[in-house]
C-alpha cells in the first residue's frame, strides 16, 4: 500500500561496540547462551520458499578450538533443492520487487534492531563457537557489522531513489531502478558473518530475490541470520539458504537462463573460476548477470623511519594477529626500515610470544584456533618451509598443535629476501612475515611493495614525515583500495571505510557505500511529455 508523503529511514549510526569488561550485564549475558548453545546440539535445515527442508543428507558444525566438539548437524541440498530454491526465489521476486522500498527497508531495520538486542547475545555466541572468534571479534563482526549493514544500506537506498533526472520544461523525467531480471546467487565466506547478511541483505534490498549457499565453516551463525531475516518479516523465498557441495550448487544455480548476478566473498581462484562459467553461458542467460566479489589479499604494511615505534608494534600484532590472521584484510607482510627495526625487532618477538591463545569462551585468551584442517595444514606447511629455508627465518611462535583443536601459535617470520615466499602468496593465518630494509631504499621498496603482489586490497604507511607519507599514498594508490596511514589495515567501517579492492582481490564495489547497491539495480529511463506535438514537419523545413 502506497502512502503519501516522502518517507525517510532513521538517519543510520554505526552501532556501538560492547566491551565485555568484567561487570558488564553483556558479558554474564553471553556467557551464559555460550554455555547454552554450547551444550546441545541443533538440526539446521535447509530453507527454501520459507519452507523447512531435509533431506538426510546430513554435515556436522564443529568447534574449530574443541573439534570433536559438534554443536549441529545440518542438511545438505541436492540438485533437486537448488533448482527448488531458485523457483522459489523466482516465485517471490515478482511481489517483493513490487513492494515500496521503504517497505522493503523496514524489514532490514526490524533485523538490525533485533541483533542489537534479543538476538545479539545468540549471533555472537553462534560466531565464537562455530567460528573460533573471541568475544571482541564476535561482537564486531556478527552484531556491530551486521547491524550496520542493515542500516546504512537502507540510508544508501533511499539516497538512490531519490537520485532523479533533470526535468526541462513540458517533460517530467523520471528514473525506476528496477531490480535486476532474475535471481541473485550469495556465496559467503566462513570468516564474517556479517558478509553472509549484506551478500543477501543488499540484493534483497534493492527487490532483488537470492539463493544463498553459506560456507560449511560457517552454517551454524549463517542460520540464526536466516532466522532474523525471517522474524524480522522478509517474505518466503526471497532468500532461500541452501548449504550443499559448492561445485554442485554452483552449476545447477548458473545453470538456471534466470541467473542475474553473483554477490561472492572467499578466494580468487573460485571467483576466476565462477566468472569464466557466467561468461561461458552467455548465450543461455536472459541478461548480463551482475558479477561483484571481493577475494583474496596479501596485506602489507611499510614503515618508514620517522614512525612511532610503539604504535607501529602494537598496529602489527594486532594487524596480523586478530581473529588468527583470517581476515581478507589482516597484515600479511611488513617492510620495516633497519633503524627502525633495531628498536623494535626483540620488542615484536617478545609482545608475539606473549600472546595467549584458547578457547574463546576464556575471555583471557587473545586468539583462538585456525578453522578447519585444511586451513591447519597449509599454514603448518608455510611455517616448516621457512623454518628449513636459507631464505628465512621463523623469529617467534611456529609452533602447531591439532591434538584438541586446529591451533597455530602466531608466528613472525624474517625474509631474507623481499620476494621470499610468504610475503608474496597468501597464507590467510596468523604468519607474519617482515622484511627489513635499508633506510636509504625508501623509495626503491615503496616499488617493491607494489610489485610482490598481485592483490590489491589493504594496505598501510606508518611514518610521523608528512613527505613520506605523500609518497605512499602516491606510489601505492593502486595497491590497496583500503589504505591506513598510522593505523593497522584491518577494522573497516561501514559508512565509514567501504571495504574491497582491485586487482586479484576483487571487483571493488565497496560494501558498506551506496556503490555496492546500485550493482543491485538496473535503471529505467522514464520520459513523459504533458502536450505531445501533433504535426510532423520540423520549423527547417518551411520554404
Known amino acids: 500500500m502506497s502512502m503519501a508523503g516522502t518517507v525517510r529511514v532513521p538517519p543510520p549510526v554505526n552501532e556501538p561496540v560492547f566491551d565485555y569488561a568484567p561487570g558488564d550485564p553483556a558479558r554474564a549475558a553471553l ?26 543428507d546430513l554435515s556436522t558444525c564443529i568447534l574449530p578450538h574443541d573439534h570433536g566438539h559438534v554443536v549441529a548437524r545440518y542438511h545438505l541440498a541436492g540438485p533437486a533443492e537448488v533448482e527448488a530454491a531458485v523457483q522459489a526465489a523466482m516465485e517471490a521476486r515478482r511481489d517483493w520487487a513490487s513492494w515500496p522500498w521503504e517497505a522493503r527497508a523496514s524489514v532490514f531495520l526490524t533485523a538490525a534492531d533485533l541483533l542489537a538486542d534479543r538476538w545479539r547475545s545468540t549471533i555472537n555466541a553462534a560466531t565464537m563457537l562455530g567460528q573460533s572468534k573471541t568475544c571482541h571479534q564476535a ?137 569464466q562459467d557466467a561468461a561461458g553461458n552467455l548465450p543461455h542467460y536472459r ?127 624474517r625474509a631474507h629476501r623481499p620476494d621470499y615466499r610468504t610475503m608474496c602468496e597468501e597464507i590467510f593465518g596468523p604468519v607474519l612475515s617482515v622484511f627489513v630494509y635499508p633506510d636509504r631504499m625508501w623509495s626503491e621498496t615503496l616499488e617493491q611493495v607494489d610489485g610482490t603482489s598481485p592483490y590489491g586490497l589493504t594496505g598501510a604507511v606508518f611514518a610521523r614525515d608528512r613527505r613520506a607519507v605523500e609518497d605512499a599514498l602516491h606510489s601505492l594508490r593502486f595497491a590497496a583500495g583500503n589504505f591506513y596511514v598510522n593505523d593497522k589495515p584491518t577494522g573497516a567501517v561501514v559508512g565509514q571505510q567501504p571495504f574491497g579492492g582491485g586487482r586479484a582481490s576483487g571487483t571493488n564495489d565497496k560494501a558498506g557505500s551506496k556503490l555496492n547497491l546500485l550493482r543491485w539495480v538496473s535503471p529505467r529511463s522514464v520520459k513523459e511529455t504533458f502536450a505531445p506535438p501533433t504535426r510532423y514537419r520540423y520549423p527547417f523545413m518551411a520554404s
Open 287 to 413: 541478461s548480463y548477470p551482475r558479477i561483484v566479489g571481493e577475494t583474496g589479499g596479501k596485506d602489507f604494511l611499510i614503515a618508514h623511519a620517522s614512525a612511532d615505534a610503539e604504535a607501529l608494534v602494537t598496529a602489527m600484532l594486532r594487524g596480523a594477529f586478530e581473529y588468527q590472521g583470517q581476515k581478507c584484510s589482516a597484515l600479511s607482510r611488513a617492510y620495516i626500515p633497519e633503524s627502525l627495526w633495531e628498536r623494535i625487532g626483540d620488542q615484536l618477538v617478545e609482545e608475539t610470544e606473549g600472546i595467549a591463545m584458547g578457547d574463546p569462551a576464556d575471555f583471557g585468551n587473545f586468539m583462538s584456533a585456525v578453522i578447519h584442517r585444511q586451513s591447519f595444514d597449509k599454514i603448518a606447511g608455510y611455517i616448516e618451509g621457512a623454518r628449513n629455508s636459507n631464505e628465512a627465518e621463523v623469529l617467534a611462535g611456529g609452533e602447531a598443535d591439532d591434538s584438541t583443536g586446529y591451533f597455530v601459535r602466531p608466528t613472525v617470520i
Open 139 to 275: 561482537e564486531i563482526d556478527a552484531a556491530c557489522e551486521t547491524i550496520d549493514f542493515f542500516r546504512f544500506n537502507a540510508h544508501f537506498a533511499q539516497q538512490i531513489y531519490s537520485e532523479q533526472p533533470h526535468s526541462p520544461g513540458g517533460i517530467w523525467n523520471w528514473a525506476d531502478y528496477r531490480p535486476l531480471d532474475g535471481f541473485v546467487y550469495a556465496v559467503s565466506p566462513f570468516n564474517f558473518t556479517a558478509i553472509g547478511g549484506n551478500l543477501t541483505a543488499s540484493p534483497a534490498l534493492m527487490g532483488n530475490s537470492v539463493v544463498w549457499k553459506p560456507s560449511h565453516s560457517a552454517v551454524y551463525s549463517n542460520y540464526f541470520v536466516m532466522r532474523v531475516f525471517e522474524e524480522a518479516g522478509l517474505p518466503p523465498g526471497v532468500v532461500n539458504f541452501v548449504p550443499g557441495d559448492p561445485r554442485m550448487v554452483t552449476r545447477v544455480v548458473m545453470g538456471s537462463e534466470n541467473f542475474g548476478g553473483i554477490h561472492f566473498t572467499g578466494s580468487t581462484d573460485v571467483f576466476r573460476s565462477l566468472w
Open 31 to 56: 556467557r551464559s547462551k555460550l554455555a547454552e548453545m554450547s551444550g546441545r546440539e541443533i538440526e539446521i535445515p535447509l530453507i527454501i520458499g520459507g519452507k523447512e527442508v531435509r533431506t538426510g
